[in-house]
């Protein structure tokens, strides 16, 4: 998806995971009013279309008269706000029919609004949505984990080398950047302050990513010779609570309370509470549940469809 295309052709769709454009703060306009929009990523996308896969865990329709929808979309790196209004009809429909949660493939736009308060927000406005699925997911993470990790090369190299404004931009094309995303790169080291920081975050952020898919198709595969220990929730208090007898260990908390939250959702969710007192029942601290609850949200395996309430997403 990421190639070099001619100018009357639409832009390149980047594949680019939620944590690093979120992260996005720089905005640049080339030429007159209908030249097109950028932001500008940590790791020097100009990015002006992206192509993202991943599981809506929300959608609602916050226009009362224009028939707004938005949607949340998870990667194991983060979230994606996504709007479809009036002049996005068919992703409008689309959203408005979906049964959440769902896996779904968009091209669409950067879009950035600024409000009066002076506050950015970036969203996404979809030009093409379809349905997906795991396998989808699991491609796109790596593909675009690849993707991403050549682009912190790339800024790492420019760091090191000490230049800046064209001396830095013909240093990364004589090396074979292509010429779109030297220019990105150095603007993104004149812009991101700590750049060295927020690379480091994101690398952390596409290794969890790919450890998330990896550790989810090796479940798959798999499957170990003697069973797993499982750890029994004692205590009749705990038992008539939760409804929980026992509850599958598994090497990380994280793996317990997916668990959890798959026996205690019938069908309409749990509420948190009564996840975090099985967990705790388990041996898990407290801290330990909340981050790694956000971690499942995170991958996409569960969502909060409103507060106190969680709903696993079925495979």
Same mark, same amino acid.
Request: glycine fraction near 10%; proline fraction near 8%; charge should be negative.
């Given at each position: 998806m990421e190639k070099t295309e001619k100018l009357m052709d639409r832009e390149v769709a980047w594949r680019i995971f939620a944590h690093e454009f979120n992260r996005s703060n720089l905005y640049i306009s080339e030429g007159d009013? !209908? =030249?097109?929009?950028y932001i500008i990523t940590p790791t020097g996308v100009k990015c002006n279309r992206l192509f993202i896969v991943g599981v809506v865990t929300e959608v609602e329709n916050i226009g009362k008269e224009n028939n707004l929808w938005r949607a949340r979309i998870?990667? /194991?790196t983060g979230v994606f706000t996504v709007y479809a209004g009036q002049y996005q009809p068919e992703a409008a429909i689309f959203l408005s029919e979906l049964q959440v949660p769902a896996y779904v493939a968009i091209v669409g736009k950067a879009r950035k609004y600024e409000p009066e308060n002076g506050s950015v927000y970036i969203s996404v406005r979809p030009e093409e949505i379809n349905t997906a699925d795991e396998k989808l997911r699991d491609r796109w993470v790596l593909d675009t984990a690849e993707h991403t990790l050549l682009r912190i090369r790339t800024i790492?190299? @420019?760091?090191? +080398? &000490?230049? +800046?404004?064209n001396e830095l931009r013909e240093l990364l094309q004589k090396k074979g950047i292509n /010429?779109?995303? =030297?220019?990105?790169?150095? !603007?993104?080291?004149q812009h991101y302050k700590n750049l060295d920081k927020i690379i480091q975050e994101l690398r952390s952020a596409l290794i969890h990513a790919v450890e998330a898919v990896a550790s989810e198709s090796a479940e798959e595969i798999e499957k170990p010779? %003697?069973?797993?220990?499982?750890? $029994?929730?004692?205590?009749?208090? @705990?038992e008539s609570k939760? &409804?929980?007898?026992e509850v599958p260990v598994q090497t990380e908390p994280k793996e317990i309370l997916a668990a959890i939250i798959d026996k205690l959702d019938t069908g309409k969710g749990t509420s948190y509470s009564m996840v975090v007192e099985a967990a705790q029942s388990a041996g898990i601290e407290a801290i330990v $549940? %909340?981050? +790694?609850?956000?971690?499942?949200? @995170?991958?996409? !395996?569960?969502?909060? /469809?409103?507060?106190g309430v969680l709903r696993k997403v079925n495979e």
């Open positions: 009013e !209908r =030249a097109p929009n998870a990667d /194991p790492e190299d @420019a760091l090191n +080398s &000490g230049l +800046s404004g /010429p779109v995303l =030297a220019d990105g790169a150095v !603007r993104a080291i010779e %003697e069973p797993q220990i499982n750890a $029994v929730i004692k205590g009749s208090e @705990a939760t &409804g929980v007898k $549940v %909340e981050s +790694s609850i956000k971690e499942l949200m @995170a991958e996409g !395996r569960c969502y909060e /469809p409103k507060i």
